[in-house]
């Protein structure tokens, strides 16, 4: 199922057919493949798709750790994929120790390749039955950008992105909103509450963002929308 109007030119239409088209269905070895496949031009596409999740992500840091504090913050990005996300923290400022997790052993290339970003790169597929090879409360600020998903990071996995943040540290979070990803939205949304409920977690943000945009017939432009999500650990 496509829910958006396709791009005009040939360039920004392959980028849409690797983010939507192509997008698979199926477990998570699926996208995995996909992701490596992926890899060389991801960074092309997302700047082609207008891609804005970084920024969203970077503007809801701000407002919540303190310009004193970035040389200091310890980060984790979480589905960093090529980099995008902890590129954008370091141009404002982040100086801290910043550690990858991926899936894709290509997107942590291409996000090495030449770039002073993160200081630790670990390939890892994050599952219940898999958890992060990282200790407990260990970071200051966890970040992923699109990286929960139901063929990417399930939601049973929410728990494990809190257990290695440290207390009154914070995780910040986009994800795509359409009709086809509601199920698991419902499901994300199930495990954030039971860990609001257990007092585990405070939600400090939550809002729609636009994701992607591109133009389509009769330069009309279409937007994917996210949803930006940020809590603190209690």
């Known amino acids: ?28 070895n699926v996208m995995q493949a996909h992701y490596e496949s992926w890899a060389n031009t991801y960074d092309k596409d997302c700047e082609g ?8 992500i970077c503007d809801a840091v701000d407002r919540w750790i303190s310009a004193s504090d970035k040389n200091e913050c310890n980060i984790l990005d979480l589905g960093a994929r090529t980099g995008l996300v902890g590129k954008a923290l370091r141009d404002r400022g982040y100086r801290g120790e910043m550690t990858a997790v991926d899936f894709s052993q290509n997107m942590l290339d291409q996000a090495l390749k030449g770039r002073q970003i993160y200081n630790v790169a670990i390939n890892h597929c994050l599952t219940a039955d898999n958890p992060l090879p990282i200790e407990d409360e260990k970071f200051d600020l966890v970040v992923a950008g699109g990286a929960f998903g139901p063929n990417t990071i399930r939601a049973n996995c929410l728990p494990e992105a809190f257990r290695i943040t440290r207390r009154r540290g ?3 979070i ?51 929308k996210g949803r930006l999500l940020v809590f603190r650990k209690l």
């Not at 109007?5 to 997008?23: C, G, R, V, W």
């Not at 798709?49 to 969203?56: A, H, I, T």
């Not at 939600?203 to 963002?209: A, G, I, V």
């Open 174 to 224: 986009t994800q795509r909103l359409s009709e086809k990803n509601r199920p698991f939205l419902d499901m994300m949304d199930s495990e954030i509450n039971r860990m609001i409920a257990a007092q585990e977690i405070e939600q400090l943000e939550t809002k729609p963002f636009t994701q992607y945009s591109w133009i389509c017939e009769e330069n009309e432009t279409e937007q994917l």
């Open 49 to 56: 798709l207008r891609y804005n999740g970084p920024d969203v």
């Open 1 to 28: 199922m496509v829910e958006w109007n396709q791009p005009i030119d040939e360039i920004t239409k392959e980028a849409f057919h690797n983010l939507q088209i192509k997008y698979p269905d199926g477990d998570t």
């Open 170 to 172: 914070y995780v910040a």
